[in-house]
């Protein structure tokens, strides 16, 4: 399964100073070129040509970060020759999007244009706890902890699984069925804040390099290789020294633009 990253931070923002400058931008990853799980991220990053391979968009919650491409997405795909895009997620999630975005006021609504017989986006619910297979990948959302209605993934094909936590701060049942799902490849955790803000991220619902320790050996697999991911771009640093020192052999810091094998 290859895993195409546009975007894997907590937010929008350009770091470091001259050659070290780099842009930092929301979740979204690409899978195997016709699936995204979050949309944070998406349409600036892709052509055309590879904007019309997405078949899927997979969302963990209703944040403005994990869903704000969706509105460019759909603009750039709309007159396309009937395409379509399933977005799938729980029912809160679809009924938010249809509520608080594609409303006819802050944008058209697509799930009903550009014909509503054939719209250009499909709502396709999610029930918690209950694989879907979206084309050649299976997705089980669970919940997980966080300040609204988040569900983090299962996500696998007929050969390799990985984990995706979504935003959340501490929790159980997902990594309880990490620990035994078979070929579990890697886990993608969100560590948004570092230590010294250890209140912000309970308040936020979110982890602290610490906090993904203490999440991760729940998975008891001390190996496993983790990527961290949905860092705050402010405390990019912080975080980065303060994974390091963690006890996790396998552990690193998802990269913009990053293309992951697995
Ligand atoms: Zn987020
Ligand atoms: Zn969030």
């Not at 997979?58 to 009937?82: E, I, M, R, T, Y």
């Not at 409303?103 to 017989?117: E, I, M």
């Not at 250009?120 to 990948?137: C, D, F, I, N």
């Amino acid at each position: 399964m290859k895993i195409t990253v546009l975007g894997c931070h907590g937010s929008d923002a350009a770091i470091g100073h001259g050659y070290t400058r780099q842009p930092c931008r929301s979740v979204g990853l690409l899978v195997n070129d016709s699936l995204m799980i979050d949309a944070g991220t998406g349409a600036s990053q892709l052509t055309l040509e590879e904007q019309l391979r997405i078949q899927y968009v997979v969302c963990s919650h209703l944040h403005f970060d994990h869903v704000k491409s969706l509105p460019a997405l759909a603009d750039n795909l709309v007159n396309q020759d009937g395409h379509s895009l399933t977005v799938a997620s729980i029912p809160s999630v679809l009924d938010g999007l249809q509520r608080f975005i594609f409303n006819d006021s802050v944008f058209p609504n697509f799930f009903a244009l550009p014909d509503h017989r054939r719209p250009l986006l499909m709502a396709h619910p999610l029930r918690v706890g209950e694989e879907t297979w979206l084309g050649e990948v299976g997705i089980t959302p669970i919940e997980v902890n966080h300040t609204v209605p988040t569900v983090g993934f299962l996500i696998r094909d007929h050969t390799v699984a990985w984990l995706y936590s979504g935003d959340t701060s501490s929790t159980e049942e997902i990594w309880i069925a990490a620990s035994v799902t078979p070929n579990l490849k890697a886990a993608f955790i969100e560590t948004s804040f570092p230590d010294e803000l250890q209140s912000l991220a309970s308040m936020s619902r979110h982890l602290t390099p610490a906090l993904l320790a203490q999440e991760f050996h729940k998975i008891g697999q001390p190996d496993l290789p983790v990527y961290a991911y949905h860092l705050k771009p402010l405390y990019e640093e912080q975080i980065t020294r303060q994974l390091a020192r963690l006890d996790i052999p396998a552990l690193k810091i998802l990269q913009e633009g990053q293309t992951i094998v697995l």
